[in-house]
């Protein structure tokens, strides 16, 4: 073989391991980025599922509080209606209470009265017995006869 042919031989096997070489490097450099697009894929993947649950947990204890807030509420309002129905109680019974006070002042002021019209006394004894003692001028069971010493008031000793 000649020089010439053994230089073309070298010449092309170092183009094709050149050529394979470079297509070697072109597909493992492709496997290397479509590697990384996989894995910064896999990587976003699992960084948007990290958000979604931390975004699922905040709205379920947003929801949380929303319902002990909501409940907190209830409750409050329905103490504030128990006080209120406590207190309307409360004033109902001692408006009640009034009203039986009341007439029964009206009553014994009647009795008096009745009694204070019809109120004679022969002396002072019976009067100071009666509770009546001493009697003033222009009250019933007065009497010039009772008053001794014509001030006014009768039965005073």
Known sequence: MSFKKVLLIFTLFFTLF???????????AK????NSAVQSQQSTDETSKTEEVSQSEEAAKQAEETRQSEEAAQQAEAARQAEEAAQQAEAARQAEEAAQQAEVARQAQANQQQAGQSAYYAN?????????????SGQPGYSRKLDRDGDGIACEK
Request: aromatic content about 8%.
């Open 18 to 28: 050149f050529i394979i070489g470079c297509s070697e490097s072109d597909t493992s």
């Open 31 to 34: 496997g290397s980025s479509s």
């Open 124 to 136: 002072c004894t019976q009067a100071k017995n009666a509770g009546a003692a001493p009697l003033y």
